[in-house]
Nanobody
Framework: QVQLVESGGGLVQPGGSLRLSCAAS????????MGWYRQAPGKQRQLVAT???????NYAGSLEGRFAVSRDNPKNTVYLQMNSLKPEDTAVYYC???????????????WGQGTQVTVSS
């Protein structure tokens, strides 16, 4: 069993910052790509940022510069630092990771349960 547990969401004023964390746990052999997606009400889930085990990153074009993704490989944890937040950043943020479990030779994708981020004055 593999689980992704997120933390760090909440209510923040426009212009503020938040840092999300997501830790993968369970019977893990190795973790590949980790990252974040978000889903606003009435919209499809969309990419925020991903980071590979070598540290290479990929961002949704409109978010690079305000958001920064990072990871701690020994802790199987990915972070999302969000700065200069805007009301349009309000969404449920989901952690994603590709994980090879100990009892499987293949990687599979896993999702966290989501954490609410609300940007409002």
């Amino acid at each position: 069993q593999v689980q992704l547990v997120e933390s760090g969401g909440g209510l923040v004023q426009p212009g503020g910052s938040l840092r999300l964390s997501c830790a993968a746990s369970g019977s893990i052999f190795s973790v590949g790509t980790m990252g974040w997606y978000r889903q606003a009400p009435g919209k499809q889930r969309q990419l925020v940022a991903t980071i590979n085990s070598d540290g290479s990153t990929n961002y949704a074009g409109s978010l690079e510069g305000r958001f920064a993704v990072s990871r701690d490989n020994p802790k199987n944890t990915v972070y999302l630092q969000m700065n200069s937040l805007k009301p349009e950043d309000t969404a449920v943020y989901y952690c994603y990771a590709t994980v090879r479990p100990r009892d499987n030779r293949y990687y599979s994708g896993y999702w966290g349960q989501g954490t609410q981020v609300t940007v409002s004055s």
